[in-house]
Nanobody
Framework: QVQLQESGGNLVQPGGSLRLSCVAS?????????MAWFRQAPGKEREFVAY????????KYSDSVKGRFFISRDNAKNTLYLQMGSLKPEDTAIYYC???????????????WGPGTQVSVSS
C-alpha cells in the first residue's frame, strides 16, 4: 500500500511561481509508476494537469498549463514535483498527486491519491 502526501500549496499573486511536492511512502517505490497531477477548482470537476512516465520520463500536459508548468520526478527520493509559473487566478484549485501503472489523462486510470494541497492565486 502506498501513501501519497502533497505539500507546497500556498496563496500566490498572479504571475507568481510555486513548486508542489508529492512524497510516496509505505514501503513503495514510484520508480515504475506513472505519476500525475490533477486539480479541482471550486464548483468544478477534477481535471488532469500533467503526468510523467518512468525513465526517461516522458511528460504530457493539459493545454491549460502547457508552457507554464513543469512536472518532474526524483525516484531516489520517491518524490514527484510540479513547478508552476506564470500563475493565473484560474489556476486556483486543490492539487492532487496520483499514481498509476497506465499512462492516461483520465482519473479512472489512477489507483492511489493524495489528500491534496490548496493553491490560491489572487492579488
Amino acid at each position: 500500500q502506498v501513501q501519497l502526501q502533497e505539500s507546497g500549496g500556498n496563496l500566490v499573486q498572479p504571475g507568481g511561481s510555486l513548486r508542489l511536492s508529492c512524497v510516496a511512502s509505505g514501503r513503495w517505490s514510484i520508480s515504475n509508476d506513472i505519476m500525475a497531477w490533477f486539480r479541482q477548482a471550486p464548483g468544478k470537476e477534477r481535471e488532469f494537469v500533467a503526468y510523467i512516465t518512468m525513465s526517461p520520463g516522458y511528460a504530457k500536459y493539459s493545454d491549460s498549463v502547457k508552457g507554464r508548468f513543469f512536472i518532474s520526478r526524483d525516484n531516489a527520493k520517491n518524490t514527484l514535483y510540479l513547478q508552476m509559473g506564470s500563475l493565473k487566478p484560474e489556476d486556483t484549485a486543490i492539487y492532487y498527486c496520483a499514481r498509476s501503472v497506465v499512462a492516461g489523462i483520465s482519473e479512472e486510470y489512477y489507483e492511489d491519491w493524495g489528500p491534496g494541497t490548496q493553491v490560491s492565486v489572487s492579488s
